[in-house]
């Protein structure tokens, strides 16, 4: 069975522009999460998606957003780029709730 | 706020040793427990999930969870070079069904 895929592995953006990052779980699989990690501030959650529905939200600005499809696949956008926002993004699919979650190999995002 | 607390180390250990790795989380209702291991520049790898009490063993590694304590640790038996990685705990808290909490990792070496 396949991993989790996510996609472009590195971007280079500059500060404002706005950025779209793609994630397919493990097949069978409905949940996704996204989570930043980051040297100072080691992984964070993000949000996580169920069945196309937004089931939860960590603590970070409007400015990330994301949604799934029907398919279960995954996209997380962040506008408005800041320096800050440079970071490795990891999404991750599980089969049931509070159950293992499966990480893909990530997007690594720099911001100049 | 949830936490979940690890030694960050480094933690040392000589080829064959035991290394033990230990976590502690804050919120009483946590259901669910993790051991991701991650390599430099790779993503996090899931090893061991634990749910119940006690202990449970899986090749080298062994989980071992006390709820009372709010204390979670890994047992890796016989070390090799190639277990010299990163340790993350993770922990989904009592609400929010697939939010990963995790720890800042510890840092280990084994030495041939």
């Known amino acids: 069975k396949a991993g989790v895929t996510q996609t472009p592995r590195y971007l280079i953006k500059t500060r404002g522009q706005q950025v779209t990052l793609s994630c397919s779980p493990i097949?069978?699989?409905?949940?996704v999460s996204w989570y930043q990690q980051t040297p100072g501030q080691g992984l964070q959650f993000l949000f996580e998606?169920?069945?196309?529905?937004?089931?939860n939200k960590g603590n970070f600005p409007g400015r990330f957003s994301g949604r799934q499809f029907s398919n279960s696949r995954s996209e997380m956008n962040v506008s408005t780029l800041e320096l800050g926002d440079s970071a490795l993004y990891l999404c991750?699919?599980?089969?049931?709730?509070?159950?293992?979650?499966?990480f893909g190999p990530g997007t690594r995002l720099t911001v100049t | 706020q949830k936490e979940v607390e690890q030694n960050s180390g480094p933690l040392s250990v000589p080829e064959g040793a035991i290394a033990s790795l230990n976590c502690t989380y804050s919120d009483r209702g946590s259901q669910s427990f993790f051991w991701y291991r991650q390599y430099s520049g790779k993503s996090p790898e899931l090893i061991m999930f634990?749910?119940?009490?006690g202990d449970k063993e899986d090749g080298r590694f062994t989980a071992q969870l006390n709820k009372a304590s709010q204390y979670v640790s890994l047992l890796i038996r016989d070390s090799q070079p190639s277990d010299s990685a990163t340790y993350l705990c993770?922990?989904?808290?009592?609400?929010?069904?697939?939010?990963?909490?995790f720890g800042t990792g510890t840092r280990l070496t084994v030495i041939p």
């Open positions: 991750a699919s599980s089969l049931e709730d509070r159950g293992e979650q499966y």
């Open positions: 993770a922990v989904i808290g009592g609400t929010g069904a697939n939010n990963l909490f």
């Open positions: 634990i749910y119940s009490n």
């Open positions: 097949s069978g699989h409905r949940s």
């Open positions: 998606y169920f069945s196309e529905t937004q089931r």
